[in-house]
């Protein structure tokens, strides 16, 4: 996601991955519609989709949580947001949303069933933007677009969450650019051993231990530029290129630390899209529209493409 002032919004903003899944009938999502029209005014930013045909995105104006069915475009939010931001948001098997709070500095998870807030986290502090989040097995991780840290939400033994997070300082060669949006998106690597971490202001990519030692993975030279969103399924990265309408797909290596361009997957109806979630052979993308002023009567919607 990005900051949501003026010029630096329009440029390179972004965030959030989600977790991919089959659909639940055999070529039935092939029947879904393409375009997903939002409420007016709703600002979406992250997405994400579980194991059924339903996608939850976050709203940049108030927070609201929005519930989106695939099936029939249909649309309801769910969970009252706090007033400040909703960025990238992520859903688990637990069908708990685990939703970054962008310049509020915080986190909350909220149940994905009923809209209840299970917990609050401040972890930011002044001049934090909280980002984007990554879902492992026994951790929720989250970028800080203004500081050089991740932050950490360790699980209990049955997922139980924690009542305060871990701040990870990031090292190695990730540099925080002053002034700049800096980390964004973030995924686990194929083997989920590591993180994967975007970095708007340089295009690079990292390769992110739990220590935070960062590592820059090997692209052949290519620059995500306005990189954002970012998405793992199997071996196959999808990066947002939000602000140059586009997603830039990679063949990785099992550690992440390498990756071959495959291809680019473009769409004329493309208006900004921060992040990407999966369902089926389709990706699902939120047309942020940064380069659009925000009003109460700004229509947006969500843009189904096939996954290549």
Not at 112 to 140: C, M, W
Not at 149 to 173: N, S
């Amino acid at each position: 996601m990005s900051r949501m002032s003026g010029a630096l919004a329009a440029v390179v903003v972004g965030l959030s991955l989600v977790t991919a899944a089959p659909a639940t009938a055999e070529g039935a999502h092939h029947r879904y519609p393409t375009e997903l029209p939002l409420p007016d005014g709703f600002r979406p930013e992250g997405i994400a989709i579980g194991d059924e045909p339903t996608a939850y995105l976050g709203s940049l104006a108030d927070g609201d949580i929005l519930r989106l069915d695939l099936r029939t475009g249909r649309s309801a939010v769910i969970s009252q947001g706090p007033g400040t931001p909703s960025v990238g948001l992520k859903v688990d098997r637990r069908d708990r949303l685990f939703v970054a709070g962008g310049n509020a500095g915080n986190a909350r998870v909220v149940d994905a069933r009923n809209g209840a807030v299970l917990k609050s986290y401040e972890f930011g502090g002044p001049g934090a933007f909280v980002n984007d989040v990554a879902l492992t097995d026994d951790a929720a991780y989250f970028t800080d677009s203004s500081k050089a840290v991740l932050y950490k939400i360790a699980f209990g033994r049955r997922g139980e969450l924690p009542d305060t997070a871990t701040t990870i300082p990031l090292t190695g060669d990730f540099v925080l650019v002053p002034d700049s949006f800096n980390s964004n998106g973030i995924a686990p690597t194929p083997d989920r051993k590591a993180l994967l971490v975007v970095q708007s202001s340089t295009g690079k990519l990292f390769r992110v231990g739990d220590d935070g030692v960062a590592a820059t993975v090997d692209l052949g030279g290519q620059a995500l530029t306005a990189g954002d969103g970012l998405l793992v399924r199997g071996r196959t990265l999808y990066v947002v290129q939000n602000a140059l309408n586009r997603v830039a797909v990679f063949a990785l290596n099992r550690a992440g630390t390498s990756g071959k361009p495959v291809t680019t997957i473009t769409d004329e109806r493309f208006d900004v899209p921060t992040t990407v979630a999966a369902f089926g052979d389709r990706l699902y993308l939120p047309n942020a529209r940064f380069g659009t002023p925000p009003t109460p009567t700004t229509p947006y919607r969500v843009i189904a493409v096939p996954n290549r």
